[in-house]
Structures are given as C-alpha cells and as structure tokens.
C-alpha cells in the first residue's frame, strides 16, 4: 500500500515571526503607510483588515468557503472606500510582508526530511487563503517542496480541515485509505482530532503554539506598535529551536524565553537608545550582571545602529568599594557596615573582609570597642553596626591604614580601567542591574582621582535611600524612588534578574597585575553552583531570542516602552508558576553578600506545616515558589499568612 506523509504549513514547517497572525497586519499598516497608501493609521488599519477577514468568512458561509485574499481585500475595500487598482497593491504588500515573515522550523523540517526516506508521498494541507502558487513558493524557498509533492489549500477547495470536509478531497486525489496517511500539525482540531476522525493517523506538535507567556506578550502587541508580537515570535523560535535534555531545563528554556528576555531586550534596547541619544561612544557592562545584557547587546546593536563599543567590565561591590574609598565618612562605613538591608548574617570578619583586612590584624581595636575574637562570625545587630562604625570614625591610626590599603588597591583599579579604555574623554556608560548606585558611586570616586568625569551609568532603578556623592545619581531603567517615577512596586523583579543577569565566572574580588597586564581576581574560576544549575540553558536561549527578533523599524522599536508587558509576563510566571518551573527556578543558588563573602540560599523549597507558620527562611525567598512545591495544608497556610500581610500593608498605607 502506497504511504503518504501529510503536513500542516503554518506553525508545523514554517512559522511567522510574530506571535498571531494577525499581528502581521500591523506591521503592514506601517509599511502602507509609511509608502503613502493609505490614510488611516497602522493599528486602525490592522483592526479593518482582521475584520475584513471575519467578515468575508461570515458572508461566505463559513470556513467551507472560497475565500481568498482577494476576496478578504474586496471586503476591506469597501470598508476603507479603496479602489481596485489600490486593492492590487495592497495584496503585493501583504504577500511580501508574509514573505519576509515567514521562518522554517527546525522540528518541522526535520520530519519532512525523514518522511521523504519512509513515505512515497509528502503532501502539505493548509486551511488559509492565500493562494497555493505562492504558498508552493514558500514552501520551495526553505527547501521544504520537492517535484512530485502536492499541495491542498482550503480556498481552493471551499473545504477546511478544521470541519473535516476538506479531507476526503484529499484522500480521493491521492487515491490512497486514510490508513495510508500520517499527518502532522499543531493545531488539536484541525490537525489531530478532524484528521483522525477521517481515519488517518496523526502526529501533534502543538509545542510549535505560543504558550502562555507568548500569548501575554502578544497581548500588548497594539500597546506596542507590534513589538512584543515579534517578541513572542522570537520566544517562540528560540523556544522551538533549543533542545533540552529534561524537564528542568525545558522549564529554564521556556522561562528565559518567555520571560528573562522580554525584560532584557527592552532593557538593552533603552539602553542602545539612550547611548544613541547621548552619542556615547563605548558602553560597558559591569560583571556579572552584565555578561548576559553584553551577549544582548552584541545581537540589538547592528539592528537598531548602534556603532559603538560595547564591552565587558570585571567590577564587583568588594573589588571597587574599597578603591574608591578616598576618605572616610558617613557614607562610607554606611555602605560597607550597614544597620539594615545587607546580607542576613552581617558579622566583624565580613566587614573587616570589605576593607581588605582580616579582624586578627586589628585585633586590639576590636577588643577595646566591644567585639573580642569569639565574637567575630557572630551576626552582628544594627546597634552593634553603628558601635563598629564609631570604632572606626573615631580612630584616626585605624582610619590612615585603612586609606593606605585603598589607595594600593585604586592603583591596580586605574590600570586596569585604563587598560580598559575607560582613561579619554570620549563620553562612556555603564550598565548594571542594583539600586543602590554603589558601583556608579565607587567607579566614579576611582575616577575623580584620574580627573575623569563621572560615566553615564543605566541601572536598574534607585532606591530612595540613595544619597548623592557628589556625581549625581544613574538613569533608572524600572524604577526611580527619588522621583517617584517608574514601576515602584514590582515585588520579585530584581531577585528574578538577578538571578538570571549572571555569569559563568566567579565574582570578582579584585585586580592583580599578571606579566604587566592588571587581571580581574576571581573568588572562584567558574560559577560552579550557577553553571550546574543550568545557567547556561538560561543565557543561550535569552541571546537565541535576541538573535531571532525581527526589529522592523529601529526609531519606532527604541521608543516603544516594553516595560508594562515585561512586568506583567513576570508576573503570570512569579505569582503563578506550575510546579515544574518553580522547581527548576526554585533551586536557583542565589547569592547574597559581597563577593568571596556571599552566601547561597536556595530560592524556594518545599515547605511543611511548621515551616508555613514561620517567617520566611531569607529576604529573598520566592513565596508563590515554595507555595507551588509544598502540600495543600502548608499551601494553604503559606497563602493565608501572604494575604494577612497585605492587609496589614493597605492599612498602613491607608493610615499613613
């Protein structure tokens, strides 16, 4: 018996690189309207020309129809008082935009290359109404269609698969039983359920649909001018295209795709566009944060024409906090020995550890203030802080050594910078995911001692408690506390960031000079816990979605806000992951501290009923995580005590 291998088209072997289809039709508009055709804008455009669409099926009697472009096009003629010459040249466009659109998928093609080693014969089954030469054309161009193949199409045959009527057309021209015939598709009515109830067997691929951060970000497609739609075409490819080896790295590949990228491209994208604005010439990105926003970059930048460098830049809070120490004042010991907000176990050996010291080497000074060696790994309170702060503020010795010590330390930091390039007076930027400015403050200090102005700096956002230095304050990205502006509540982002913005390398604790050329000193060669946990799943499919999305105009693209629908996809992930994601995501080792000094703490763990009932284990833990791994009672629980805490923060809010 002769076998033949069937195919759906789209989303199977070929895909678009927005998310809907019909958030094509606001591209389209665009480039109607920026040739002049037409004098509606692109988002009223797209909105005539879907319905257009919808009505013609309607008029026609439904999907068992012949409606074809054309037809679609005579409707939206009518609608927008377009004549037929016009109409013409609205159908090119559309087919060469389909054209430019149009991608081969990996898995698709895949399996139309080894149907060609099994089968007699390869068919292709498209309910769409474009016409068959050109989806043929298609089809021939990804080098998908070979002589000999054929190709159904349901305008054509006024029968849809989606009714199941356009099968038995098929069937009777191949001259073949439905037994004969596997097709494959991704769409469960149309490809699976209507094609088996015709007797054939079926293959699905509904991975090849967008999943629910796709389809969030498709959502915002209008609010962004069609950006976010070919963000979620990009996710999707990226998503398609890199294979995973199990389930956790399938939730890590999904996760990054959906929801780590959006965030990073449009925070690069601002970023390339700022440094257009301000002619800046060479941006770095600061380690380690920056080693997944530099692989982005790298991608964006030729897109959006940005021609400057772009380069990476070995920093750290323990490697420049000290060399930018030029004196000692409040500011200072309150960034290296703060009362509140550090890391959750402050103690005498950690602070000494920032100034570059052991405690044993001011072991008297110690003793005289209050803190004798037993008590030097103990966690330290906020008045123990401020104590240790005075110790320091009122020994002028103690102070003069700690100043030699940054002063030794700012040298090997201004080689390096120069080594660098960041020594000219050409206008430079750097990138970095805090709050706290502590980096921008303490390069910029460095700097001064060099006589260089302070650099552009692009963070994440700024903490209110953020004072001025004397060099102003960054750009804020998310979020500004000082001037109120911005996503100033945005619970979990930062932690998510940082947890994705990482590096393969161990944090950077200093410099060294190495053969005459200064080296970054890492605490360790690799981030071995990081890279175990599967970070590079993570930064491979964040740069794969860069590499496939599609800028179609880079003025418009640059000026588009992606913040709101990156926020609101990181929040469908953060308030309400499946189980699966908050177990790959959940043992993420965060670290917290400085450096050499920092601690790993899981993200989310499985919690039990006493567990439930007390405080979180760390500032960082990730709530709806751990809801998602523990049991009904502990979940319970777990959600009760989240609710009673915002009640509690409304009422504040409201008295206050």
Known sequence: ????????????????????????????GRRLSDKGLIGVSAESFARHRTAAEVRSFRNAGGLDSDVSIGRIYAELGSSLGIGPSSVDKFIEEELDLESDLLVPLKEGSDRVAEARQHADQVVFVSDMYLPSEFLKEQLFRHNLFEYGDQLFVSNEHAKSKATGKLWPDVLKELAVPPSAVVHTGNDRNSDHKSAKKAGMKTTLLDHCNLNRFESELESWSFD????????????????????????????????????????????VLWVLNRALEDDIKKIYFIARDGQ????????LAPKVGYTGELR?????????????MVEINDQVLTTIAPSSGDVDNVTVRLIAHRFGIEPEYIETELVEAGFPQNTWDSQLTAADCMRLRDMIRN???????????????????????????MLTDEPIAIVDQGTGATLFNALSSVLATADQDPPHAFYFGVRSDVADQGHGFPEAYVRDEH??????????LLTMVEMACTADHGSVV?????????????????????????????????????????????????AVDLRPSAIGVFESFWQNPTRAEALAWGRYPFEDGWGADSVSLPLAQKQGVRAAVRSQPHRHWWKAGAQALSGPVPRTLLRSREEAKEVVRKARRRAS
């Not at 389930?247 to 449009?266: M, N």
């Not at 830049?313 to 060399?323: D, H, I, K, N």
């Not at 103690?398 to 910078?417: F, K, N």
């Not at 502006?485 to 979990?492: A, D, I, S, V």
């Open 1 to 28: 018996m002769r076998t033949v291998a069937s195919f759906d088209i789209f989303d199977t072997v070929l895909t678009r690189r927005v998310g809907d289809p019909r958030a094509a039709f606001l591209l389209l």
């Open 224 to 267: 962004t001018d069609g950006l976010t739609s070919l963000l979620a075409g990009a996710s999707r490819l990226a998503r398609i295209e890199i294979g995973t080896r199990n389930e956790h790295e399938q939730a890590l590949r999904d996760v990054s795709a959906g929801v780590v990228a959006p965030f990073v491209v449009g925070n």
């Open 292 to 299: 997944v926003l530099l692989d982005v970059a790298r991608e």
């Open 312 to 324: 990476y830049l070995y920093g750290s809070r323990q490697a420049w906090t000290l060399p930018g």
């Open 395 to 421: 020994d002028d010795d103690l102070q003069t050594m700690l100043l030699s010590i940054a002063a030794e330390q700012r040298s090997l930091m201004l080689r390096y910078l120069d080594q660098e390039g």
């Open 483 to 492: 001037n109120g502006t911005g996503f100033l509540r945005t619970p979990g």
């Open 510 to 558: 200093g410099y060294e000079d190495v053969g005459g050329r200064i080296a970054a000193q890492l605490a360790e060669p690799t981030n071995a816990a990081v890279v175990s946990w599967g970070f590079e799943v993570v930064r491979r499919t964040v740069r794969q979605v860069a590499r496939e999305l599609r800028i179609e105009s880079p003025a418009e693209s640059m």
